[in-house]
């Protein structure tokens, strides 16, 4: 609610247990002509904010000599840099003290 414009994502990825990323993941936007899917894994993506968006689920990919039904395990990092408005607005509620 507090978007002011455009925002600038991207997706990385780091493999863990034997997986290679992940699949799937895109970076869903609605906006006033429908909703538009885009894949940001490693790639950026800039967008306006103000819509509706939201990340599709997504699944870790097996890596070499691994298969179906082993635990796979992968981490997404999402990175987004957006601006609020007023550009000086904070919530003093989430700040924490020095030191904690």
């Known amino acids: 609610e507090k978007d002011s414009g455009p925002q600038v994502a991207t997706a990385l990825s780091a493999a863990l247990r034997g997986g290679r990323g992940y699949e799937g993941g895109a970076l869903r936007v609605y906006g006033p002509h429908g909703a538009v899917d885009v894949d940001t894994q490693n790639s ?32 997404r990092y999402s990175v987004i840099y957006y601006q609020l408005s007023p550009p000086f607005a904070v919530d003093m509620g989430t700040v924490l003290p020095p030191g904690s």
Request: with cysteine; net charge positive.
């Open 44 to 75: 950026w993506c800039r967008f306006d904010g103000r819509y509706r968006h939201e990340v599709m689920p997504f699944n870790a990919l097996a890596g070499k000599g691994k298969g179906k039904g082993e635990q796979l395990e992968g981490v």
